[in-house]
């Protein structure tokens, strides 16, 4: 900062009434250069303590010392340490030459030789704040992180006062994860000296990093109102907003950054992942391309681009995108996570187990890459490599790293790490701040208003399960709406519900935070989320409060672990006693079972046989439809072993891909079965699929994750269902609907019963 002479030497003064020499000399000395006659800076300079002592025979004549200055002040490290190396075999005693020699070597980067330097120095002035300050800078650079804050300490003792150690024992106790000593420090530099922004500055990262994120957003205001033309400050401020849902206030943060950085490539790269959020691809793409025209190298750009491409379906343009942010950064290990994602959607299964795989060789304890890939494992029925992870399974997502609890309901019943997974999983997500309620009505509405939110409102089980519920509402006591929030090919199904809601709101296009306010705008009293953290779901809707009552129904079958749901619908069979604790929402029973179904469902007229789905007219059928990754090696051993046990039996699944199929049949030829004893079954229109439930003989499900709409299929087709009854919601599911139809006989306690109740 250019200062007028006069700035100069009050600064010098002040510096030398807090002990700060180094920093007085600098400003006396570079006054001298310009005006050597200067009376004050003459006079400053003689007073200060560094001359004084050079009245000893300790120390080098002042001419001697200001030479040192004038060459650090030159850059001229080398020549003084050659000077500095010379006088210091002459004054053996001399602390000024000794700390000239140190500061010379950290000029040059020779920290080590500089620690020696400043350890003679605090030797022999034990005293000297500088010093200890200085020490600390070089065994902080050479990792001695303790010893660092131990030098710092010394200096404030000596020195309390002493803001640049402080704020240096700051940084050191963030290198060493004591953030709240950080925090101290920093706030002790704050009471000496309130016009350090860097302080503000460095607490708001700490802050941010600890989740404090009101606390951050005020410290970096403070930050801003000090130094208000510092982009980086607008930069980490809209990233703190973001991280706490507030898209609309970090993107005016954002813009703020470029206005006064136009350059700022980072900033264009965080507009984009806002717009992204908010569902606004298009804009965010151009977000992106502006980061890209800026910076061509930047691999985040890249990344996030992809995930915006996947987010529209775009499956080929985000793999493209993948592959440039991999060229330029080839250990980036979220770039591989994501293109398992898009070559997932694309149906090359292997390919995303490899990409998972990739991502998972270069960071081992990247969770959400282990989750996936175990979710496709289980789509492929590799049930051998998912036993290598077993041992992980209760670290997945339990405490410090979040990962969608979803895949792994169907790889362990384990109610309370379930619990806790959609616990963190919220946490992590859906910070959001909720949009303030409305007053309660002093007066019952005359009509309630029912809100159902699903990006399933098409061909899919849980629209079929509820379709005739909507046609049921009473219409007298209850307003019904639809908020779709994917856009999906117009299907019959479809088609039937949008004539059976009395308002069917298309909200594809429109953010989660838009979304909620329109819910608000109509109305709504209770807003029930039928997809909670299954594919496509848009949990964030809710976490913005879309109604004052929000339900958890259908769609996932667990809790959602956070306070913005209230309730889950259930009932006696499903939550058992001792697992009520494993639920945040309070529990609403319906009295026989929580599911429902359609009892106008059609069968075929087509009459279809058993050698038309390619089964054997004589054999006894088992029959399992449910999605293939809901199979386990523990289910698939008793099935074989049934098989090896019923003479000339079938197994007969619901086909999946290719590569499920080949590993169901290697399994079964090494359990002794031939493969012509599992049969798959394609996909057909839906009444022939319920139609060609009678041509089986009995249904055997899967333990972890039950036969849920599945189940209902086969019962109104009257095959028989046998289950077993875990310990977590979609464990219970078959057995529920079991006692509903009043053959709970039918569901066993455990693997062995089931085994001996299906022979």
């Known amino acids: 900062t250019k200062l007028s002479v006069d700035q100069a030497l009050i600064k010098a003064s002040s510096y030398a009434k807090k002990n700060e020499i180094i920093e007085a000399q600098k400003l006396y000395q570079a006054v001298l250069l310009v005006f050597p006659k200067n009376i004050r800076a003459q006079k400053g300079l003689a007073a200060l303590p560094i001359y004084k002592e050079n009245n000893t025979k300790q120390n080098p004549p002042k001419k001697t010392v200001d030479l040192l200055l004038s060459l650090y002040n030159q850059g001229q490290f080398s020549v003084l340490i050659k000077q500095a190396q010379t006088l210091a075999a002459q004054y053996p005693q001399s602390f000024v030459v000794w700390n000239m020699l140190g500061v010379a070597h950290i000029g040059l980067g020779q920290v080590r030789k500089a620690s020696d330097a400043f350890e003679k120095v605090t030797e022999l002035n034990p005293n000297y704040a500088d010093g200890f300050n200085n020490l600390g800078v070089t065994l902080k650079e050479q990792g001695k992180l303790d010893k660092a804050i131990d030098a710092y300490h010394k200096a404030t003792t000596i020195k309390p006062d002493y803001v640049d150690a402080y704020f240096n024992m700051a940084v050191t106790f963030k290198n060493l994860g004591k953030l709240e000593k950080a ?129 529209q379906g775009k499956a080929d343009e985000a793999i493209e995108t993948y592959n440039k942010a991999l060229s330029l950064k080839p250990n980036y290990v979220e770039a591989y996570n994501n293109m398992g994602n898009a070559l997932k959607v694309q149906g090359k299964l292997n390919e995303a187990i490899e990409a998972y795989n990739k991502a998972l060789s270069i960071k081992p304890d990247y969770q959400e890459a282990r989750v996936l890939k175990l979710h496709q494992q289980a789509h492929i029925c590799d049930w051998n490599s998912i036993e290598e992870d077993r041992q992980l399974f209760p670290l997945l997502g339990t405490s410090v790293k979040s990962v969608n609890p979803f895949p792994l309901l169907s790889l362990e019943d384990a109610p309370e790490r379930h619990y806790l997974r959609s616990k963190a999983y919220a946490k992590d997500k859906f910070p959001q701040n909720p949009i303030p309620l409305p007053a309660k009505p002093i007066k019952r509405p005359a009509r309630i208003r029912i809100g159902y939110f699903s990006s399933d409102f098409k061909k899919h089980p849980v629209a079929y399960l509820i379709a005739k519920v909507i046609e049921l509402h009473n219409r007298d006591k209850f307003e019904i709406f639809a908020y779709s929030l994917m856009d999906s090919k117009e299907d019959e199904l479809q088609k039937r519900l949008m004539k059976s809601f009395d308002v069917f709101r298309s909200a594809h296009e429109i953010s989660d935070k838009d979304v909620a306010l329109l819910a608000r705008e109509d109305k709504i009293d209770i807003a029930i989320d039928l997809n909670g953290y299954t594919q496509n779901s848009r949990s964030r809707i809710f976490a913005y409060r879309a109604a004052p009552i929000q339900i958890n129904y259908l769609g996932f079958p667990g809790t959602m672990g956070t306070e913005f749901i209230d309730y889950i619908i259930a009932d006696k069979h499903l939550i058992a006693p001792h697992n009520k604790k494993y639920f945040t929402e309070k529990q609403i029973y319906l009295p026989n079972t929580y599911m429902p179904t359609d009892n106008g469902r059609k069968f075929s007229s087509r009459c279809l046989s058993r050698s038309e789905m390619g089964l054997p007219n004589d054999a006894f059928v088992f029959c399992c439809f449910n999605n293939n990754y809901k199979i386990t090696n523990l289910e698939f051993d008793i099935w074989m072993r049934l098989l090896n046990k019923v003479k000339g039996s079938i197994l007969w699944l619901s086909r999946s891909n290719q590569l499920s199929d080949k590993n169901i049949i290697k399994t079964a030829q090494k359990r002794n079965i031939d493969a012509s004893r599992i049969v798959f079954a394609d996909k057909l229109p839906m009444d022939e699929h319920l139609s060609r439930h009678k041509l089986a003989d009995l249904f055997i499900d899967t333990f972890a994750f039950n036969a849920h709409t599945t189940t209902t299929e086969a019962l109104w087709a009257g095959l028989p269902v046998v289950t077993k009854k875990g310990q977590g919601f979609a464990a219970r599911v078959a057995a529920s609907l079991l006692n509903a139809i009043g053959l709970p006989e039918l569901a066993t306690e455990n693997e062995a019963d089931y085994e001996a109740l299906v022979l």
């Not at 990093?209 to 130094?227: C, M, P, R, T, V």
């Not at 005016?252 to 908010?278: R, T």
């Not at 569902?279 to 151009?286: A, H, I, P």
């Open 183 to 311: 925090i101290t420090a920093y706030n002790t530099v704050i009471s000496l000296s309130p016009d350090i922004a860097e302080a503000y500055y460095n607490i708001g990262i700490i802050q941010q990093e600890q989740g404090k994120y009101d606390d951050a957003i005020n410290s970096y205001n403070n930050f801003i109102s000090l130094n208000p033309n510092y982009a980086d400050g607008f930069n980490n401020l809209g990233v703190t907003l973001k991280d706490q849902g507030k898209l609309d206030e970090a993107l005016e943060a954002y813009n703020k950054a470029v206005s006064l950085k136009p350059d700022y490539f980072e900033a264009y790269n965080n507009i984009g992942n806002a717009l992204k959020d908010q569902g606004k691809y298009d804009v965010s793409l151009e977000a992106f391309n502006k980061a890209l025209s800026l910076n061509p190298n930047n691999a985040d750009a890249y990344n996030n681009m992809g995930v915006t491409f996947l987010e």
